[in-house]
């Protein structure tokens, strides 16, 4: 759901090598967690890479609401891949999502940065309230609130914190439509919580092993 859709140049020059940096340290640390397995899951792989599919042409769609907003998935990939095969999955759509346009090149680690904590959360939220809520599809859709929140809040924070080169506008103000673009981003966000549950649901139904024994 948050997606930072600036040009290139929005950013200086030293907050776009900054936020590309901490995107290559996670997505390296996931590198190193999924080849330090004893055997690959080549059932999770072959999943992941369908997600890659599916997200990115979801990713595409875009709603004609505050200057467009698109769901995501990314909290749903969390839930179905986990957070180390995520990171790999957001940047790899966030790169093909450059590459037509959508976003700038500068901006992927920004927005990789972004995904990766709907897909943390996504997957952290799914499992911890697992005791909690055991049905499948209020687990899921709750999980994908509070990882979309969570991606609002890490945008705002990377926007006011870099600024925006060429807007002659304060803090306060950027603060103001950052804020007004989270709330219309929340609201189509329970249309995705919505999707994730219900494809969640039918994927514990009909494939739990797809979730893990341990989820279901």
Known sequence: MAHIHLEDGSFSLFYTILWWTAAI???????????SEKKPNRRKITLAAFCTAAA?????????????VHLNLTPLIGILVGPAAGSLVVLIINILSAAIGHG????????ALVNI???FIGYSCFRLLKSAIPDLFSRAGI?????????????????????????NQS???ILTGLSLLAAVNMGVAVIEAFVSGLIVAYIGKVRPDLLGDDLV
């Open 117 to 119: 904590v709907e897909v």
């Open 171 to 173: 803090t306060g103000q």
């Open 143 to 167: 999980a994908t609130l509070a990882g979309l929140f969570c991606g609002n809040i890490m945008m705002i924070l990377i926007i006011v914190i870099s600024g925006i080169q060429g807007v």
């Open 56 to 68: 990115f042409a979801i990713f595409q769609v875009s709603i004609p609401i505050f200057g467009g």
């Open 25 to 35: 340290i996670l997505v390296g640390i996931a590198i190193y967690l999924m080849r």
């Open 104 to 111: 700038g090149w500068g901006l992927i680690g920004a927005n």
